[in-house]
């Protein structure tokens, strides 16, 4: 690699003012894990406190926990400590749920907030439960609801109407990376009269948003990836200040009641975020996610989003630099601001490069039709881990070792 010597990153990382962050993840040796974007690894503070919530506080402690451990307060805490991370006030988020219910969630509150609209706007490459869900949602209603579907969402002023209730979102593209500027795209929204609901499923813990700064109405979030809540962690749901003595929760469950030890029959919405709560906590999770979400309060934000942007500017140099010849496309934008964590390259045999690369321990994953998805967390991936997973990568094209039966039969999970 000419320009760029494994030296230089070794001095880089060297000199890393996140460098000391590496060594809380409990990450397999000889592994470059690139593949935070859809699986976090685990923290050693997480598994600690998870052994101990199942021994002491759920084992010992049993019912009482609920009080005494502070289980009840589990989804409120949580919210508090990603709400820096988001640009949202702590009584503005709450962790519930997976992030499919919490679409449903918003998006039926929205739609009632907009009587005489009928119209769910989002975008035809969404991730697809978001678009499965608003689909489920506007045919439950009937009438003359519908989902509407852009080809991209810098088409946004072409979809826009009268008609447009509410607009969803996600921010950073899970096949390409794209990132949409939030705040101009919020405004735009909102101008043409509809909310804005925005899925920070891939930005949230990768580097710093800013929710009230755009002034967005609502978002959601995935616990599991870049916030490493663990496998299936809960998700989070930000309701905007303004809407939250208002907003009615279709999934009225007992534990977003006013006062559910009440054991009334009637159903009387709690104030604020707590009502968007609809059943009891899986604490086992919310212990995991809560602890990690820890580690966040040392991190510096904006240092955060610099690494993510040099790593992954330096992977697609890299890459552009010893891999050409093969036929690896970038999917990505070139463009540091308008790019997420991850870096996305196409091509035909892209499965198979990536089955190659996994059993030479890089992980990344694949993405339908062609997509394969390299993330990069700052908090542990270093600059020489990125020149070692090119080298990897070289050398799968170069020897041509993905191009054998076992690397191109699809598993369940790509
Ligand atoms: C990962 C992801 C989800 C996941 O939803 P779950 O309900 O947790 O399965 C939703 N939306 C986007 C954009 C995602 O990337």
């Given amino acids: 690699m000419p320009s760029i010597t494994r030296e230089d990153l070794a001095a880089r990382d060297a000199a890393d003012p996140l460098k000391s962050f590496r060594g809380r993840f409990d990450i397999p040796e000889g592994l470059i894990y690139l593949d935070g974007n859809s699986l976090g690894p685990l923290l050693n503070s997480v598994r600690d406190r998870v052994a101990d919530v199942v021994s002491r506080e759920w084992g010992q402690d049993l019912i009482t926990s609920w009080n005494k451990n502070k289980w009840m307060e589990l989804a409120g805490r949580i919210g508090g400590k990603i709400a820096p991370m988001i640009g949202a006030g702590g009584h503005e988020v709450l962790a519930a749920d997976s992030t499919s219910i919490n679409i449903f969630k918003l998006l039926s509150a929205a739609l009632k907030m907009r009587p005489g609209r009928r119209v769910i706007l989002s975008e035809a490459g969404n991730f697809p439960t978001d678009l499965y869900i608003a689909e489920g949602l506007v045919s439950l209603l009937g009438g003359d609801y519908s989902l509407r579907l852009m080809d991209k969402a810098e088409n946004l002023a072409d979809y826009l109407d009268d008609d447009v209730a509410v607009v969803m979102i996600t921010q950073v593209d899970y096949r390409t990376g794209r990132k949409l500027d939030m705040a101009a795209v919020t405004k735009q929204v909102q101008d043409a009269g509809a909310l804005m609901l925005w899925d920070l499923a891939h930005s949230a813990g990768a580097f710093p948003v800013d929710l009230n700064g755009a002034k967005a109405d609502f978002a959601v979030g995935c616990g599991y990836k870049y ?12 309701v905007a200040d303004r809407h939250q003595a208002t907003i009615q929760p279709a999934l009225s469950g007992w534990l977003g009641h006013a006062n559910p030890f009440a054991f009334t029959s009637d159903y009387k919405p709690a104030t604020g975020i707590a009502r ?16 990690a979400l820890s580690l966040f309060a040392e991190v510096p934000m904006e240092g955060l989003l610099k690494k993510s942007q040099q790593l992954t500017g330096l992977f697609i140099d890299l890459v552009e630099q010893e891999c050409g010849g093969h036929g690896l496309e970038l999917a990505s934008p070139r463009e540091a601001a308008a790019r997420g964590s991850q870096v996305s390259f196409r091509s035909q045999n892209g499965y198979a490069i990536m089955q190659a690369l996994i059993a030479r321990k890089v992980i990344g994953d694949f993405r339908d039709p062609d997509i394969m998805r390299f993330g990069f967390a700052p908090l542990y991936i270093s600059y020489a881990d990125v020149w070692d997973a090119v080298a990897i990568l070289r050398d799968v094209l170069e020897t041509g070792a993905w191009d054998v039966d076992a690397f191109k039969q699809r598993a369940a999970v790509t």
Avoid: K, Q, R, Y
């Fill in 227 to 238: 916030l490493n809540g663990g496998p299936g962690a809960p998700a989070f749901l930000f």
């Fill in 276 to 291: 968007h709560t609809v059943g009891t906590p899986p604490v086992l999770s919310m212990s995991a996610l809560d602890e």
